[in-house]
T-cell receptor, first 111, second 109 residues
């Protein structure tokens, strides 16, 4: 069966520090991969999606970037975190264009 | 682009009662409508979905209805239990998924 892993579960970082969040999927090949951000009491905002290795589409201009170095690995990065980057980050995968399976998320706090 | 509105934002019911969450969407081309349940500290989990060629779908205590003409769809939970307490999200999609803002459901024992 397919599984999705995200880590770390929680992260506290100072303003201006770099960021790397990792997501891996097991049990499937060539998945569509997604990064979402969830603000408190709000819905899910799509940040990036990828249909294949090295293929990244960005939905909103921001301080973050994404990379897909391997088929089932998706990384969310920043060179310098801002206070506004705080939030709950979710990775998701799907066998089609629509995300259906989410990881358990990373709660990022910027101090 | 698609815009999805979800109501209510919070809902509190007594155990055993029914709960209904409603969503409206703007893009008449949307053809896929999933519902997700998110428990505290976890990612959303797909609990039921419906496609535009179907008016209603049921899975045990959970049902979803779709009115394409009015562009709204609803989640119905019957015989609610405390473990149904969570945040529920609706979404609408044709090529891109757009989520509602979520409903925090509390089921009081």
């Amino acid at each position: 069966s397919q599984t999705i892993h995200q880590w770390p579960a929680t992260l506290v970082q100072p303003v201006g520090s770099p960021l790397s969040l990792e997501c891996t999927v097991e049990g499937t090949s060539n998945p569509n991969l997604y990064w979402y951000r969830q603000a408190a009491g709000r819905g899910l905002q799509l940040l990036f999606y990828s249909v294949g290795i090295g293929q990244i589409s960005s939905e909103v201009p921001q301080n973050l970037s994404a990379s897909r170095p391997q088929d089932r690995q998706f990384i969310l990065s920043s060179k310098k975190l801002l206070l506004s980057d705080s939030g709950f980050y979710l990775c998701a995968w799907s066998g089609q264009r629509i995300p259906q399976h989410f990881g358990d998320g990373t709660r990022l706090s910027i101090l | 682009g698609e815009n999805v509105e979800q109501h209510p934002s919070t809902l509190s019911v007594q155990e055993g009662d029914s709960a209904v969450i409603k969503c409206t969407y703007s893009d008449s081309a949307s053809n896929y409508f999933p519902w997700y349940k998110q428990e505290l500290g976890k990612g959303p989990q797909l609990i039921i979905d419906i496609r535009s060629n179907v008016g209603e779908k049921k899975d045990q205590r959970i049902a979803v209805t779709l009115n394409k003409t009015a562009k709204h769809f609803s989640l119905h939970i019957t015989e609610t239990q405390p473990e149904d307490s969570a945040v529920y999200f609706c979404a609408a999609s044709m090529n891109d998924m757009r989520f509602g803002a979520g409903t925090r459901l509390t089921v009081k024992p």
